[in-house]
C-alpha cells in the first residue's frame, strides 16, 4: 500500500456467527471465515475486523467474554484462527479482532473469585459498592440494555455495576492489576500475529470514582432507552480511561505496524472520538454512531462530522453499518437502489478509515425477523421498539441456489434468512459487472488508487440545497466530490467542471461547467 491502512484503509466487517458455517451446525464459525476471504479480497478491502470469537456464555452473542485467551468451541479453535489469520495475510489482507475490557462475562473465573467474597485476591477487579441506607442501588444509572445498572449480590451483600446485561459486570479497569490481566491478551493475540484491536465502547472503561447521580436530560424520541433519560456525565468517559488507553497505545506500539480503532458512545461522540485519538498515547483511529445511527442522510450531518480531522494527529473512522444498527440500504436509504449506491459512493470518499459491513456490499436490506425468532437481548427487552440489531445479523447470503443461500448446510440458522436476501447473493454479483458488488469494488479500487481519495486532507464546497459538495486534496491532486441527497435535480457550477477528468458517474451530467445531477446522484472529478 502506497497510503497509511490505519488512517484510511477499508476494512471489511466480519461478524463470525452469521458470515459461513463451515459444520453444519447452523452457526457460522472460523473455518467459514477463512473459506470466504477470498470474497473479501476480490472486494479490494485493506483488511477484516473479526468480531468477537472467544470463549463466552453468548448471553450478548460473544461480548460477554469468559476467557480472553481462548476460542468458543461454537466457533472452533486456536489452531482454526492460526489458519484463518495465516490465509488474511497471504491475501494482503490485514486483520484486526474485537476486544471487550470494560466488561467480562460473570462466567468469567476474575468475577467467580471476585464475588465470593470482600477480602479474596479479586475483590476489587469489578466495580462493587454498597447498598443506599434504604436498600437501593448506590445511584441512579441506567443499563444500555435496560433498567439499573446495578445488580445485587447476595454473596458480597454489595451491588455490582454493570452498564449492559446483569451476566456483563463492569471491570475495574482503574486497578493495575486488572489493567496488567488486559494487556496480557492483548499481548497474547499481538504475539499471535493480529494487527490491532477494535476495542469495544473503549470510553467505558472507568467510571467516576463517587458514584455521583448523572443529571436527567430532556425525554427524547427513544423512551425505550432508559439510560438516554441522563446525560452520562459519570458512568463512563471518564479520564482515567486515557491512562488505560496510552498503556495499551504502549504495548501496541512496540510491535511493528498494529492498529488500535476505538468504539465510542458518549453524549457528544464527535468530541470525544478526537479526544481518544489525539497523540500519540492515544488511539489510531475512533468511530462513534453519529452516521451509524443516522436516519436522514442530509449534507449538514456529514459536514459537521468531517469539520476539524485535517489538522488532527489521529484519523477518524466511518460506518453506515454494523452488527449493531439497522443496515443502511434499509435505514437511510429507504430500499432505494440508486440511493444505497449514491451512499456506497459517499462512504468511499470520506477522509479517514472506511468500514463496510458483511453484505453491504451486496446491498442487502434490513432482514425480517419474526418475534419468535428474534435471539438479541436488546430486542426482546424493547421489543417493538427494538433497534434492530437481529435485524442485521441473519445469514450473509453466498448462493442463491443453495441450501440457505449457502450460509449452511444445516436445514435453519441461528437466525433465519431472508427470502429477499438470496436474489443478492454473493456469487451471481461476483459475476455481474452492473452489480452492486462490482459497483462497491470499483469504488474501492478508485479510493486506492487516487493520494487525494485515501489520505489527502477534507474542505467542504458551498453547494445547493440538498447537495453535499467537498474537496478531497493530497499533494498531487484534488478530487472534487458531489452528492444530490435531496429530492429535487440539482444543478451545481464548479472551476473545477470546466476541465475535469471524470472518474466516476452515477447519472449526473456536465455541460458548460455545470453538473446537472437529478436525486440520489453523485459526480467525482
Known amino acids: ?53 472467544f470463549k463466552s456464555p453468548m448471553k450478548d452473542f460473544g461480548y460477554d467474554v469468559s476467557d480472553y485467551q481462548d476460542v468458543d468451541p461454537l466457533f472452533g479453535t486456536l489452531a482454526d484462527f492460526d489458519a ?16 471487550v475490557y470494560s466488561h467480562s462475562s460473570d462466567q468469567h473465573a476474575w468475577f467467580t473469585e471476585s464475588r465470593a467474597s470482600r477480602d479474596n485476591p479479586k475483590a476489587d477487579w469489578y466495580v462493587w459498592a454498597d447498598a443506599k ?7 441512579n444509572w441506567q443499563a444500555m440494555f435496560g433498567g439499573p445498572s446495578w445488580t445485587w449480590d447476595a454473596r458480597r451483600r454489595q ?20 489493567a496488567d490481566a488486559l494487556l496480557g491478551a492483548a499481548k497474547f493475540w499481538l504475539d499471535r500475529g493480529v494487527d490491532g484491536f477494535r476495542l469495544d465502547v473503549v470510553n467505558f472503561c472507568c467510571q467516576d470514582l463517587a458514584l455521583r447521580d448523572n443529571p436527567p436530560r430532556p425525554h427524547n424520541k427513544t423512551p425505550h432507552k432508559p439510560n438516554l433519560f441522563q446525560w452520562q456525565k459519570y458512568a463512563y468517559s471518564q479520564p482515567d480511561t ?26 457528544d461522540p464527535l468530541a470525544r472520538q478526537k479526544e481518544y485519538t489525539d497523540g500519540p498515547t492515544r488511539l489510531h483511529s475512533a468511530y462513534s454512531f453519529v452516521l451509524l445511527n443516522a436516519i436522514e442522510a442530509a449534507p449538514s450531518l456529514f459536514i459537521d462530522a468531517l469539520s476539524g480531522w485535517n489538522d488532527h494527529p489521529g484519523a477518524p473512522a466511518w460506518s453506515f453499518s454494523n452488527h449493531d444498527v439497522p443496515r443502511y440500504a434499509t435505514r437511510m436509504a429507504g430500499g432505494d437502489p440508486a440511493r444505497t449506491r449514491m451512499l456506497m459512493a459517499l462512504l468511499l470518499c470520506l477522509r479517514g478509515g472506511v468500514y463496510l459491513y458483511q453484505g453491504d456490499e451486496l446491498g442487502l436490506p434490513q432482514a425480517d425477523v419474526p418475534f419468535d425468532r428474534l435471539q438479541d437481548p436488546e430486542a426482546i ?21 443453495a441450501n440457505m443461500a449457502g450460509f449452511t448446510s444445516a436445514p435453519d440458522a441461528w437466525l433465519p434468512l431472508d427470502p429477499r436476501h438470496r436474489a443478492l447473493a454473493a456469487n451471481a454479483q461476483e459475476r ?64 473545477a467542471l470546466n476541465k475535469q477528468s471524470l472518474l466516476a458517474s452515477g447519472g449526473a451530467g456536465i455541460a458548460d461547467g455545470a453538473a446537472t445531477l ?3 446522484s453523485f459526480l467525482i472529478v
Not at 381 to 401: K, S
Open 1 to 53: 500500500m502506497s497510503y497509511d491502512w490505519r488512517a484510511g484503509g477499508v476494512f471489511y466487517q466480519v461478524y463470525p456467527r452469521s458470515f459461513r458455517d463451515s459444520n453444519g451446525d447452523g452457526v457460522g464459525d472460523l473455518r467459514g471465515v477463512t473459506e470466504k476471504l477470498d470474497h473479501i479480497a476480490k472486494l479490494g478491502c485493506d483488511g477484516v475486523w473479526l468480531s468477537p470469537f
Open 84 to 99: 484463518l489469520l495465516k490465509r488474511a495475510h497471504e491475501l494482503g489482507l490485514k486483520l484486526i479482532i474485537d476486544q
Open 133 to 139: 441506607p434504604d436498600g437501593s442501588p448506590p445511584n
Open 159 to 178: 451491588y455490582y455495576l454493570h452498564n449492559f446485561l446483569s451476566s456483563q459486570p463492569d471491570l475495574n479497569v482503574r486497578n493495575p492489576e486488572v
Open 242 to 267: 486515557l491512562t488505560f488507553v496510552a498503556r495499551l497505545r504502549a504495548l501496541t506500539d512496540s510491535y511493528k505496524d498494529r492498529y488500535l480503532l476505538g468504539e465510542i458512545f458518549d453524549d
Open 381 to 401: 427487552a424493547f421489543y417493538p421498539n427494538t433497534l434492530g440489531r437481529d435485524g442485521a445479523r441473519t445469514p450473509m447470503p453466498w448462493d442463491a441456489n
Open 432 to 495: 455481474d459487472a452492473g452489480s452492486m458488488f462490482a459497483f462497491t469494488r470499483d469504488l474501492i479500487a478508485l479510493r486506492k488508487a487516487h493520494p487525494a481519495l485515501n489520505s489527502g486532507s477534507w474542505a467542504a464546497v458551498e453547494a445547493p440545497e440538498g447537495v453535499l459538495a467537498f474537496t478531497r486534496t493530497a499533494a498531487s491532486e484534488t478530487v472534487l466530490c458531489v452528492f444530490n441527497l435531496g429530492d429535487n435535480n440539482a444543478r451545481f457550477a464548479h472551476a
Open 518 to 520: 437529478p436525486p440520489n
